[in-house]
Antibody, heavy 114, light 112 residues
Framework: EVQLQESGPGLVKPSQSLSLTCSVT????????WGWIRKFPGNKMEWMGY???????SYNPSLKSRISITRDTSKNQFFLQLNSVTTEDTATYYC????????WGQGVMVTVSS | DVLMTQTPVSLPVSLGGQVSISCRSS???????????LHWYLQKPGQSPQLLIY???NRFSGVPDRFSGSGSGTDFTLKISRVEPEDLGVYYC?????????FGAGTKLELK
């Protein structure tokens, strides 16, 4: 079974960049789709984007100018970078497997605060 | 973006009972390939969301048959029968037919 684990800083200052890593075991990231979803305080969920088996990416237009999803196939990891963060980017960030979110990581809570 | 209207926001239930959650989309979720990409998730307290139902009515691996999904076009329903304690949490629908993918606001299933 595929397993995903997010890692990264839990606190980021406003205007800086948020960088997270998703480490995958049990399945190669050169197959299928791998994405990022975030859950804001309260229950609102937002699909952020994904990287495909070929390395192509698709991003939520609301984030398009700030988001980048990349990967390192040698380490079976993929990454999220979100630039110019504000307090509105405070959320729990999840990496997911598959276009329909078959499996999710445990999530990492990121707070944007000075 | 496709707006997903999920109701109710809160759903009190007795153990052993049956409940339904509705998800309505602002436009048809039938993809040009003929499939309808509407999925349901449950987030239990302290856990990550887990996939329950994909493409309207297909139960994901390991999901009990107490969970069933139905609907078409813009109107979809998740039914849970014989509710058990492990079914409590927040349920979400997600559409991945139209870009960007969008979620419903969530329905909290809790004990009466």
């Amino acid at each position: 079974e595929v397993q995903l684990q997010e890692s990264g800083p839990g606190l980021v200052k406003p205007s800086q960049s948020l960088s997270l890593t998703c480490s995958v075991t049990g399945y190669s990231i050169t197959s299928n789709y791998w994405g990022w979803i975030r859950k804001f305080p309260g229950n609102k969920m937002e699909w952020m984007g994904y990287i495909s088996y070929s390395g192509s990416t698709s991003y939520n237009p609301s984030l398009k100018s700030r988001i980048s999803i990349t990967r390192d196939t040698s380490k079976n990891q993929f990454f999220l970078q979100l630039n110019s963060v504000t307090t509105e980017d405070t959320a729990t960030y999840y990496c997911v497997y598959g276009y329909k979110g078959d499996y999710w990581g445990q999530g990492v809570m990121v707070t944007v605060s000075s | 973006d496709v707006l997903m209207t999920q109701t109710p926001v809160s759903l009190p239930v007795s153990l052993g009972g049956q409940v339904s959650i509705s998800c309505r989309s602002s436009q048809s979720l039938v993809h040009s390939d003929g499939n309808t990409y509407l999925h349901w998730y449950l987030q239990k307290p302290g856990q990550s969301p887990q996939l329950l139902i994909y493409r309207v009515s297909n139960r994901f691996s390991g999901v009990p048959d107490r969970f069933s999904g139905s609907g078409s076009g813009t109107d979809f329903t998740l039914k849970i029968s014989r509710v058990e304690p492990e079914d409590l949490g927040v349920y979400y629908c997600l559409q991945s037919t139209h870009f960007p993918y969008t979620f419903g606001a969530g329905t909290k299933l809790e004990l009466k």
